[in-house]
């Protein structure tokens, strides 16, 4: 996991970030905090980049939650912080997250990143499951290299973000 922030709810410390959990071998880690901060709390996004080990190879996966309530400049800089990360990587790659992306500058941002690392979008079955925001996907997977055998969201009422599933 890779926390953004923590605070003391009721006694307790609660954690806020991303978590990528997987059965296959994890070989390295680093975690991203973005340089822009959120207004109000001041609080960081944060990215989790996991090398695992399948079937002899590596694959990057790529777990981001993106910026939100600044401007397009500073969601920008946070994808561009994780692209200059990851793009020494050549093998497959996942990347998803929910990328805050409810407005068509946010998208095209996005669209370039992903583009420049030669990754493609995942399209779904049950599109109309996928949380959005201004008529746009803020919920988005992005892969370069692994066979899609198939992608759909699913409905629940456990989250305000429906979960993504996709076989490789």
Sequence with gaps: MNSSFQFRDEGNMRYTGVLTNSHFPIVDYEGIHSDPREPLLSTPKCSLVTTHLIDGQEVMVINTHGINFVSVF???????????????????????????????????????????????????????FIKKALGHRLDRVFIRGVDLLSAKALQTKASDHNPLFIEF
Excluded: C, Y
């Design 74 to 128: 500073a969601f920008e800089r946070q994808m561009q912080e994780i692209k200059e990360k990851v793009a020494h990587f050549e093998g497959p790659m996942v990347w998803a997250g929910d990328f805050n992306t409810w407005a068509i500058g946010r998208v095209q941002i996005l669209n370039r990143v992903t583009e420049e690392l030669s990754l493609e979008e995942v399209r779904f079955e049950n599109e109309s």
